[in-house]
């Protein structure tokens, strides 16, 4: 089904939806020090990270340099390393079992993930609208490492696995295909290599482990086309349409999915995609999955640049 409905959002929901990503990053890492809160016997010590965390994410969502900024978010790096350490030397293991070095290790792979869409954000306010280029094998390779991300925040929940020989029963199988008619260069606006990160998660959130996941990038004839296809729990045929609203979530999936998101990445899709003048389907049964499609025209600058390379 092609999505032509009208979406109307606030500028504060604007706001959120460009910063959702960055929003999400913080609060996984504000879910991360809530775990080590109910489980040490110093939470006195966590709690002002904690509220650090909200303090940045409501920057982030303000648009706040003053205090959203690379220099403040290296200085509560720094400080949740402090206290990390005077949390291991006080109780290095915790009272549900797990270590104090595990959450680090945790951590550093959140900053490195964060410190990258922060770059991001600051060069999308500098240039909202610009088509970046990416050389594809490191498009790929950085999914790859927001793969790999994912699967350490699950701490043992599941794998991310590419190869279906090595699939075992709480295994994603994810398949990732990009191609070009730019040899091996693609172009996209960041904000839609965002929308692409968001889109991915959800497929892996909203399907249960031991499921496939199929993504697929063609810049072709002139369209930027891209494609996410799952085997999760789909979405009710009646619903397909209302699914972009701003914090909408399908009524089979709200007791079957913790999510700490707040219903809006479709939402964030759908508007990009309308933003860059391109088109957007839902396809979805419930039980076997869901397919989400969409296609931008390419600049012509872009198209002009490669016909008289």
């Known amino acids: 089904m092609e999505i032509k409905n009208e979406i109307n959002v606030t500028d504060e929901q604007l706001n959120e939806l460009e910063m959702h990503s960055v929003i999400n990053i913080l609060s996984v890492l504000s879910s ?29 969502r303000e648009k706040d340099q003053s205090v959203f900024n690379e220099k403040k978010i290296n200085a509560f790096q720094e400080e949740l390393n402090r206290v990390l350490e005077k949390q291991n030397e006080l109780q ?47 498009f790929k390779k950085e999914f790859q490492n927001f793969f790999y991300t994912l699967e350490k925040n699950s701490r043992g929940r599941y794998r991310i696995i590419y190869n279906i020989a090595e699939q075992e029963e709480k295994d994603y199988l994810v398949q990732f295909e990009v191609n070009s008619d730019f040899n091996d260069t693609i172009y996209l606006p960041l904000l839609l290599k965002d929308v692409i990160r968001d889109l991915v998660a959800n497929a892996r959130k909203y399907t249960p482990p031991g499921g496939t996941i199929e993504i697929g990038i063609a810049q072709k004839d002139g369209l930027f086309k891209f494609v996410v296809k799952d085997s999760g729990y789909g979405i009710p045929e009646e619903e397909i349409s209302k699914i972009i609203e701003y914090g909408y979530r399908a009524s089979n999936i709200k007791d079957k999915v913790r999510t700490m998101g707040g219903g809006f990445g479709l939402t964030k899709a759908f508007h990009t995609t309308q933003k860059f003048g391109g088109r957007f389907w839902i396809e979805s049964k419930i039980d076997l999955g869901t397919k989400i499609s969409l296609e931008i025209p390419i600049p012509d600058r872009i198209l002009e640049s490669h016909t008289y390379a």
Do not use: C, M, Y
């Open 92 to 138: 290095p293991e915790l009272n549900d079992g797990a270590s104090v070095s595990e959450f680090q290790s945790i951590f550093k792979d959140i900053f490195k993930v964060l410190d990258d869409r922060t770059e991001e954000i600051f060069h999308r306010w500098n240039h909202p609208d610009r088509w970046e280029s990416f050389s594809i094998k490191n």
């Open 32 to 60: 991360q020090l809530h775990l080590i809160q109910f489980e040490t016997d110093h939470s006195d010590l966590i709690t002002p990270l904690i509220d650090q965390t909200l303090k940045l994410a409501d920057a982030a």
